[in-house]
């Protein structure tokens, strides 16, 4: 169906003086004072149901929208705006005689103000709601004021955020908004739609995926994933550069994430682009762990990453375990970024407060530590969501499009050696087997080829990011220097020849783990057996690109 043609010319409209006003939201922040700042200013309001409520109780004279429609809200407030009384007031174009004359021919006003935030799908998903539930937060008619509104912004004022209420009635005292200004919410307004959207378009698609069942050892099927797939996100920030100065870069928020983006910044300066990308994979290398851990990143690689011994309180756990990860490698550590999974205790800070640090994220803050890390004044401070945690799909641009993927987690899994096979040497000891299981979850954290020495729960040397396997040994063991002696190994893919495990086995070390799968396995396994190494095959592979 073709759109209409307009043949007639248009007059020219700039400022447009807001007589009528729609009001009807969910959000009702800041909705008293606005509605109090029209009504002074003489704006007929019309709204619906508990908006207009809330709108009669400050005080302030409403209108119901039924009036206008002269047809009761019905459905349970399913219907309550989608009227032509209600559209044609939104949708003239003022410009027009033809439109300025109909609206006059069928009794119309026209509104120059429309006010409208949708309903709560988001933080109803997010809630656990049942299904049912969930579609009754799947928003008609507000989308339908919003759009039309947005397209008609030559005549009228679309507002989606509270937070800029104060813009309009500062407008409204002015005598009015200009084109610019309009122009400037509509395109607001459309984003707020275009990502109510796509949350409802992706919980609809998850749903369908949770559902369809794969068989074990079959590829999925092309409709396991959803048919289209669009980013949405709201502009957090403008950061002052990207990873280097002449890049541009921004922060964007997802809805219902609750990850880094939505943390809360307690002190220090703004964040920067590599700041948010070294906290994100801090957290992604902490919260790989249940144990009170600590990761430590540069440039996207762990300095270091290490769990706290057991029968420690959480706020000397999470001390030691910073102490732990700080000795893997201190020398990359200055200047890196931390993450902790649990609250940053006092005694977390003693440490931490000596040590150039760009950024301290974590779960919490306990207040003798915000008093202790406060007195650096560069040193960024994060608080995560208290419902914090990662996305079970990933998503990476290429050009032209996109790659997505499920997260690569350890969440869940439990105890990790029982499926393991042993392949070379004696079975490790329960200490031996500890080590081994930290150092393959750990691994998962470094950029591959990923070589991770480990003892008593703490990465000793960390190899990462070569074009082979062997240099990657040697990294980590040079890394290590005489901690390697005694130390256990993982590696996050197998190893192609013998040449990578000799340096390791040269070096002490006295057990590895890794996937296993090349075809020259016997030769690995072999060169194992005969240095007397102990060595588990875990079958899957961990590479981190």
């Not at 809630?127 to 008609?152: H, T």
């Amino acid at each position: 169906m073709s759109a209409p043609v307009v043949t007639e010319p248009r007059r020219e409209r700039d400022r447009v003086q807001i007589r009528r006003a729609l009001i009807s939201v969910s959000d009702k922040s800041g909705l008293t004072e606005l509605a109090q700042a029209l009504g002074e200013a003489g704006v007929e309001i019309v709204s619906t149901g508990s908006t207009g409520k809330t709108i009669r109780e400050a005080g302030v004279n409403v209108t119901d929208v039924s009036e206008i429609t002269g047809f009761p809200e019905s459905l349970g407030g399913r219907v309550k705006t989608l009227h032509p009384a209600v559209h044609a007031g939104i949708l003239a174009d003022l410009r027009l005689d033809s439109h300025e004359s109909q609206l006059d021919e069928l009794g119309i006003a026209p509104f120059e103000l429309v006010v409208v935030n949708l309903y709560p799908f988001v933080e109803t998903v997010r809630s656990g709601a049942q299904p049912e539930d969930v579609i009754e937060q799947i928003d008609i008619g507000g989308p339908a004021l919003v759009r039309a509104s947005a397209k008609n912004h030559a005549n009228v004022t679309i507002v989606v955020s509270p937070e800029r209420y104060a813009e309009v009635i500062e407008a409204v005292k002015a005598g009015g908004t200009n084109f610019e200004q309009r122009r400037d919410f509509a395109a607001q307004a459309f984003a707020h739609t275009a990502a109510y959207d796509m949350a409802v378009a992706g919980w609809f698609a998850e749903r369908s995926r949770s559902e369809q069942k794969v068989s074990e050892g079959e590829a999925e099927s092309t409709s396991s994933w959803p048919q289209a797939l669009a980013l949405e996100g709201n502009l957090e920030a403008t950061l002052r550069y990207g990873e280097n100065s002449h890049q541009r870069a921004a922060l964007y928020r997802t809805g219902n994430g609750r990850g880094i983006a939505q943390a809360t910044q307690l002190h220090g300066k703004d964040m920067s682009y590599n700041n948010y990308v070294d906290a994100d994979a801090a957290l992604r290398a902490a919260y790989d762990f249940e144990a009170p851990a600590v990761a430590i990143i540069k440039h996207a690689n762990p300095c270091g990453i290490a769990v706290a011994p057991e029968g420690l309180d959480d706020a000397a756990a999470i001390a030691e375990a910073h102490r732990r990860a700080h000795a893997c490698d201190s020398l990359s550590a200055f200047g890196g970024v931390i993450a902790a999974n649990r609250p940053v205790s006092r005694e977390m800070a003693e440490t931490v407060k000596d040590i150039f640090t760009e950024v301290i994220v974590a779960p919490g803050f306990e207040p003798e530590a915000v008093e202790i890390l406060t007195a650096k004044k560069n040193l960024r401070l994060l608080e995560l969501p208290s419902d914090y945690v990662r996305e079970d799909t990933e998503v990476r641009q290429i050009s032209g499009g996109f790659l997505t993927q499920s997260t690569d987690s350890f969440a869940g899994r439990g105890n990790l050696s029982t499926d393991w096979q042993l392949v070379a040497g004696d079975a490790a000891d329960e200490a031996t087997l500890r080590d081994l299981e930290f150092a393959w979850i750990a691994c998962r954290s470094v950029k591959s080829n990923a070589i991770l020495l480990a003892h008593d729960g703490a990465s000793v040397g960390v190899g990462m990011g070569q074009v082979n396997r062997v240099d990657s040994c040697h990294l980590a063991v040079n890394r290590a220097g005489e901690r390697a002696a005694g130390s256990v190994a993982a590696s996050d893919a197998f190893f192609p020849f013998a040449d990578g495990p000799k340096v390791l086995f040269d070096a002490g070390v006295r057990a590895i783990v890794q996937p296993g799968g090349s075809i020259r396995d016997e030769e690995v396994i072999e060169a194992a057996k005969a240095a007397g190494v102990t060595m588990y095959f875990t079958g899957e592979r961990h590479f981190f690109h």
